[in-house]
């Protein structure tokens, strides 16, 4: 005990930093992820086929910031800020919902395609719902980065 009842106890705190955890898992989802965007960006760039307008852009930009979380995400970097990450993973959200639902709901056309409801659709669906997570977890559960 101490004498003085208004001083604070000292405590050595050197050492005692919050174990990050594991990131195999995620290390393996973004080089697969990396590998497909570079592939895709790639084909973009050498066929003529596949028309690129205002809603690929977009939809391209949202997986490269998405690939930017999974780097982050993966090996521990804070990247940014983390209310960017939070409200990213918001708006993230909307443009997925948007992507596979409304626009095959009005035959949009997005990649030179109408998506369909189908097993590949489905398929891109749980995709978009695991990027999502990795955007969460970023943004929300890895406070320690920041």
């Known amino acids: 005990m101490q004498d003085d009842p ?3 106890p000292e405590s050595d ?3 005692q930093q919050p174990e990050l955890p594991k990131t195999l898992w995620w290390k393996a989802l973004f080089f697969t992820w990396a590998l497909f965007l570079a592939l895709a960006l790639i084909g973009f760039t050498l066929t003529d086929e596949i ?3 205002i809603l690929e852009v977009i ?3 949202f997986s490269l910031v998405t690939l930017v979380a999974l780097f982050g995400l993966a090996f521990n970097k804070a990247i940014g800020k983390r209310v960017f990450w939070q409200y990213f993973f918001y708006v993230n959200a909307i443009t997925s919902i948007v992507s ?3 626009f095959p709901l009005f035959g949009i056309e997005i990649y030179g395609t109408v998506s369909e409801f189908n097993l590949d659709l489905a ?3 749980l995709i978009g719902v695991l990027f999502l997570w990795a955007t969460y ?3 929300y ?3 320690m980065l920041w």
């Open 6 to 8: 208004y001083k604070t």
């Open 100 to 102: 596979s639902i409304v």
């Open 137 to 139: 977890v970023y943004g």
């Open 13 to 15: 705190l050197i050492g």
């Open 51 to 53: 028309p690129i307008g």
């Open 141 to 143: 559960r890895r406070g």
């Open 123 to 125: 398929v891109g669906i």
């Open 59 to 61: 939809d391209l930009s």
